[in-house]
């Protein structure tokens, strides 16, 4: 089946540093990623849309520029959390789906940013 | 706009016992409904979906759940429940007619208790 790897899967950083989070998707050409946010006994908060090759789209709220998203080929897309805060902190999530919809929508294992 | 509603922020269950963990949504158009399930600190675990079909859409884990169209809901459901089904269920749609996105509820707890 679909498998996206996501790493890391914990990382703690200091204020003002900037933290990098990558989804590979296995064994299908992922498309299009999807980049969520869940709090604390929270749902997903969807972030932003990418499709390989072209600029994400992000969901009213979210900060283009603080939270960098890079989707150049079609295995791995990034997250970048500049200028980290503390209220930055939480759990991030990235989905993959292939053009055909083969393997519906596979989910990363998730990022536990904290910042300090 | 679409949306997914699960009513119950948390079901307790006794081991042994049918389970039903339950979702209603909201589309324009016609949906695709999924359920995840998630673990502490862990990704999305796919269960099961409905695309088109049998409305009985049988998934991992011995788990089902039923698309009733006219009532708009995908109720999961367990015959037997185990107590390592603990965990947090989302149900999410999207809207085949309307683009990529992925609405999720907004989880419900399944506690199962031996």
């Known amino acids: 089946g679909a498998v996206v790897s996501q790493h890391p899967s914990r990382v703690i950083c200091k204020s003002g540093t900037s933290v990098k989070i990558e989804c590979r998707s296995l064994?299908?050409?992922?498309?299009?990623m999807f980049w969520y946010r869940q709090f604390p006994k929270q749902s997903l908060m969807l972030m932003a849309t990418?499709?390989?090759?072209?600029?994400?789209?992000?969901e009213q709220g979210v900060e283009k520029d603080k939270f960098l998203i890079n989707h150049a080929s079609l295995t791995l897309s990034t997250l970048t959390v500049t200028s980290a805060h503390p209220e930055d902190s939480s759990f991030y999530i990235c989905s993959a789906r292939d053009r055909q919809f083969l393997y519906g929508y596979t989910f990363g294992s998730g990022t536990r940013l904290t910042v300090v | 706009a679409q949306s997914v509603a699960q009513p119950e922020d948390q079901v307790n269950v006794a081991e042994g016992n049918p389970l039903t963990v339950k979702c209603t949504y909201s589309v324009s158009g016609n949906p695709y409904l999924f359920w995840y399930v998630q673990y502490p600190n862990r990704g999305l675990q796919f269960l099961l979906k409905?695309?088109?079909?049998?409305?009985l859409v049988k998934g991992s884990y011995g788990f089902e759940a039923e698309f009733n169209k006219s009532q708009t809901s995908f109720h999961l459901k367990k015959p037997s429940a185990l107590v390592s089904d603990s965990a947090l269920y989302f149900c999410a749609v999207r809207d085949r007619d309307a683009g990529n996105m992925l609405t999720f509820g907004g989880g419900t707890r399944l506690m199962v208790k031996p």
């Open positions: 064994d299908f050409q992922a498309t299009t």
């Open positions: 409905y695309i088109t079909g049998d409305n």
């Open positions: 990418s499709n390989e090759g072209s600029k994400a789209t992000y």
